[in-house]
C-alpha cells in the first residue's frame, strides 16, 4: 500500500510559480499512474494532470495546460506539480493520488494524499 503526503503549497501572487511535491512510502509507487486534483470551496474535485508508471506521458485538462507541468522521481518515490503564471482561479486544495490506469477520471484514483493548500493573490 502507498501513502502519499503532499507539500509545497502556499500563498503566492497572481504571475507566480509554485511546486508541489508529493512523496510516497511503500515499494510499489512505479506500479501507479499518479495524478494531481484540485478542489476550491464549493465545487467539486477536478482533474489538474497525470503522468504514467514511466514518466513519459502526461495529460492535462486545458485550463492549465501550458502552465503547469507534473513530473516524478521513481528513485525517490515522488510527484511533482510545477504550476506557473499562477491565476486567483488557480486557489484551491491540492491533492497527489495513484491510480492502476491511466486516467484523467476521479473515480479511477484508489489512493490519496491529505491536500495542501494553494492561494493566489490577486
Known amino acids: 500500500q502507498v501513502q502519499l503526503v503532499e507539500s509545497g503549497g502556499g500563498l503566492v501572487q497572481a504571475g507566480g510559480s509554485l511546486r508541489l511535491s508529493c512523496a510516497a512510502s511503500?515499494?510499489?509507487?512505479?506500479?501507479?499512474?499518479m495524478g494531481w486534483f484540485r478542489q476550491a470551496p464549493g465545487k467539486e474535485r477536478e482533474f489538474v494532470a497525470v503522468?504514467?508508471?514511466?514518466?513519459?506521458?502526461?495529460y492535462y485538462p486545458d485550463s492549465v495546460k501550458g502552465r503547469f507541468t507534473i513530473s516524478r522521481d521513481n528513485a525517490e518515490s515522488t510527484v511533482y506539480l510545477q504550476m506557473n503564471s499562477l491565476k486567483p482561479e488557480d486557489t484551491a486544495v491540492y491533492y497527489c493520488a495513484a491510480a492502476p490506469h491511466f486516467t484523467p477520471l476521479l473515480s479511477g484514483y484508489n489512493l490519496w494524499g491529505q491536500g495542501t493548500q494553494v492561494t493566489v493573490s490577486s
Open positions: 503522468v504514467s508508471r514511466s514518466g513519459g506521458s502526461t
Open positions: 511503500g515499494r510499489t509507487f512505479s506500479s501507479y499512474h
